[in-house]
């Protein structure tokens, strides 16, 4: 009797926290796209995205390149557990007729899920009716991951401008067990997410809307010179689509980067935005 009432009272509390339950990284990743909407919709004429995940946001200070006076930028830097789809559509929905977009993603977006562990979150919480793009296997196990998650979050704040990007990250404090070398597939293949945004791009193109790629910055480690995935990447992208700079033009040293290989500080920040307008990006 004892085990029976333990099994309906965890199949109470799942069936609670699907329905109910507010993560707050989740609630954090929205008010962070209200801020970028917001901004983006209240420009009239041309305008530039930058999108991607988090790294975005801690690269591109698009207030200090909006204070030059020319094209306004929006950093539409989200969150890389969303996956690509969920990027891709949130910059589609915002863009209009004549807009530019950046796409600056981190080198997992290409091999990863399409739609990762936090969009399917996000859904839970915000559009159900999406959670179609899952499986029920794969809904399974991201309820299940994502509960972990969230059970053990702490939510960093930090200072955001009205454009979207991160401001004032004046720390360094990569913790020695995310001081290492990103992981990359054995070899490289097209994915589901590359399909994804050889899909975007046509769709941006019928639109009127240019697309231009390019590379996160990331801590630099010297395997990087010797990664077949990265140029296996690189050549295929460069094949396919406007492609600004190299990989190896945003590896970063550690007295640039904050609390990731993919976040870089206050002075990794500044490097970036003006590598940005040297090349050739303003306009």
Same mark, same amino acid.
């Given at each position: 009797?004892?085990?029976?009432?333990?099994?309906?009272?965890? $199949?109470?509390?799942?069936?609670?926290? +699907?329905?109910?339950?507010?993560?707050?990284?989740?609630?954090?990743?929205?008010?962070?796209?209200?801020?970028?909407?917001?901004?983006?919709?209240? $420009?009239?004429?041309?305008?530039?995205?930058?999108?991607?995940?988090?790294?975005?946001?801690?690269?591109?200070?698009?207030?200090?390149?909006?204070?030059?006076?020319?094209?306004?930028?929006?950093?539409?830097?989200?969150?890389?557990?969303?996956?690509?789809?969920?990027?891709?559509?949130?910059?589609?929905?915002?863009?209009?007729?004549?807009?530019?977009?950046?796409?600056?993603?981190?080198?997992?977006?290409?091999?990863?899920?399409?739609?990762?562990?936090?969009?399917?979150? +996000?859904?839970?919480?915000?559009?159900?009716?999406?959670?179609?793009?899952?499986?029920?296997?794969?809904?399974? +196990?991201?309820?299940?991951?994502?509960?972990?998650?969230?059970?053990?979050?702490?939510?960093?704040?930090?200072? $955001?401008?009205?454009?979207?990007?991160?401001?004032?990250?004046?720390?360094?404090?990569?913790?020695?067990?995310?001081?290492?070398?990103?992981?990359?597939?054995?070899?490289?293949?097209?994915?589901?997410?590359?399909?994804?945004?050889?899909?975007?791009?046509?769709?941006?193109?019928?639109?009127?809307?240019?697309?231009?790629?390019?590379?996160?910055?990331?801590?630099?480690?010297?395997?990087?010179?010797?990664?077949?995935?990265?140029?296996?990447?690189?050549?295929?992208?460069?094949?396919?689509?406007?492609? $600004?700079?190299?990989?190896?033009?945003?590896?970063?040293?550690?007295?640039?980067?904050?609390?990731?290989?993919?976040?870089?500080?206050?002075?990794?920040?500044?490097?970036?935005?003006?590598?940005?307008?040297?090349?050739?990006?303003?306009?």
């Amino acid at each position: 009797m004892l085990i029976i009432s333990c099994i309906m009272l965890l $199949i109470a509390g799942i069936a609670w926290y +699907y329905f109910f339950y507010k993560a707050r990284g989740i609630v954090r990743i929205q008010r962070l796209l209200e801020v970028k909407e917001t901004y983006a919709a209240q $420009i009239q004429g041309k305008k530039r995205f930058i999108v991607g995940g988090s790294d975005v946001l801690y690269s591109f200070d698009t207030a200090f390149l909006n204070a030059q006076g020319n094209l306004p930028h929006v950093n539409f830097g989200l969150n890389v557990g969303l996956g690509m789809q969920f990027i891709l559509d949130a910059a589609m929905k915002n863009a209009k007729s004549g807009d530019e977009i950046v796409l600056c993603f981190a080198y997992s977006l290409y091999h990863r899920p399409n739609h990762d562990i936090f969009a399917y979150e +996000y859904y839970r919480m915000y559009r159900r009716h999406q959670l179609k793009r899952f499986s029920r296997k794969e809904q399974l +196990y991201y309820l299940l991951a994502n509960l972990k998650l969230n059970a053990k979050f702490v939510e960093k704040k930090f200072e $955001i401008s009205e454009c979207g990007s991160y401001q004032n990250i004046a720390f360094s404090d990569l913790a020695p067990s995310k001081n290492k070398p990103l992981r990359f597939p054995d070899y490289f293949e097209e994915t589901e997410a590359m399909r994804a945004l050889d899909c975007f791009v046509k769709r941006a193109k019928k639109r009127n809307i240019e697309v231009k790629i390019t590379y996160p910055s990331t801590l630099e480690f010297d395997v990087y010179a010797q990664s077949n995935y990265i140029a296996d990447l690189k050549a295929y992208l460069e094949a396919r689509y406007t492609v $600004i700079g190299s990989p190896n033009d945003y590896f970063v040293p550690l007295s640039e980067i904050a609390n990731s290989v993919y976040h870089v500080n206050q002075t990794g920040q500044k490097r970036r935005t003006e590598q940005f307008l040297q090349e050739g990006m303003f306009r």
